[in-house]
């Protein structure tokens, strides 16, 4: 249905358990439900992004497994560079890079933002913001090899 009225891109879960999975403040950490599974082919057989962002490390692998076209973060950073729940763990990251036989160059934006301020909860980022927005992209990279 959401297809048929233009969307192009869903986010699994946000932040909580829904019917399709975990997201990335649920203690549980118990991934995709069999729904959700179902939920990510339909999306590949439409051609529609799966969006990581919010979700569980646990629904993110379930994803992947299931995933049979690239996804997307599409407002998370690296969890190495700013250790906050929302963030994508480096293992997901490099599993990402080899699923799809991608490059570090095709998760540039992932990285662009270095520094996660999350105003809700009252977390402030331990990582400053770059100078050089460059320099995340390659502490990033590094990080990744």
């Known amino acids: ?43 590949n057989r439409l051609g529609m992004l799966v969006d990581l962002s919010h979700v569980s490390p646990a629904t993110m692998h379930d994803a992947l497994d299931v995933a049979e076209a690239p996804v997307i973060f599409s407002h998370s950073s690296a969890r190495g560079l700013t250790d906050h729940s929302r963030n994508v763990p480096d293992d997901v990251l490099k599993r990402i890079c080899s699923l799809f036989e991608w490059n570090y160059q095709y998760i540039r934006q992932i990285s662009m933002q270095v520094s996660f301020q999350d105003k809700e909860e009252g977390h402030e980022s331990p990582t400053p913001p770059q100078k050089d927005p460059g320099s995340g992209v390659r502490t990033f990279q590094e990080q990744l090899k």
């Open 1 to 43: 249905m959401f297809f048929q009225l233009g969307c192009r891109m869903m986010h699994l879960t946000y932040n909580r358990r829904n019917p399709i999975g975990d997201g990335c403040a649920e203690p549980a950490n118990a991934g995709l439900s069999e729904f959700g599974r179902e939920v990510v082919r339909e999306m």
